[in-house]
């Protein structure tokens, strides 16, 4: 069994900051693509920030320049470091893992962790 948790969300004031945490834990062989996706009430699901197991990253525009994400291989952790917030980035953040397990692959998502940033 596969499970992504997160840590990190709360309330911040416009122009803060948060680190969010996501480990994966399980019977794990190897995480290739984490990432990390928001949705905003009566908005879908985003992508907001991806990174491969290299090093490679993606960004969503929206907050390109303020957030970056980084991870640890050997904890199976991805971060996200959300800088100069706004009240739009406001939603709940969940943790994304593309996992290949001793038994098998699939991709698992965290329960997710609200972000609040008053303006």
């Known amino acids: 069994q596969v499970q992504l948790v997160e840590s990190g969300g709360g309330l911040v004031q416009a122009g803060g900051s948060l680190r969010l945490s996501c480990a994966a834990s399980?019977?794990?062989?190897?995480?290739?693509?984490m990432g990390w996706y928001r949705q905003a009430p009566g908005k879908q699901r985003e992508l907001v920030a991806a990174?491969?197991?290299?090093?490679?990253?993606n960004y969503a525009d929206s907050v390109k320049g303020r957030f970056t994400i980084s991870r640890d291989n050997a904890k199976n952790t991805v971060y996200l470091q959300m800088n100069s917030l706004k009240p739009e980035d406001t939603a709940v953040y969940y943790c994304n893992g593309d996992v290949i397990a001793t038994w098998g692959s699939g991709a698992y998502w965290g329960q997710g962790t609200q972000v609040t940033v008053s303006s």
């Open positions: 399980g019977s794990i062989f190897r995480v290739n693509v």
């Open positions: 990174i491969t197991s290299g090093g490679i990253t």
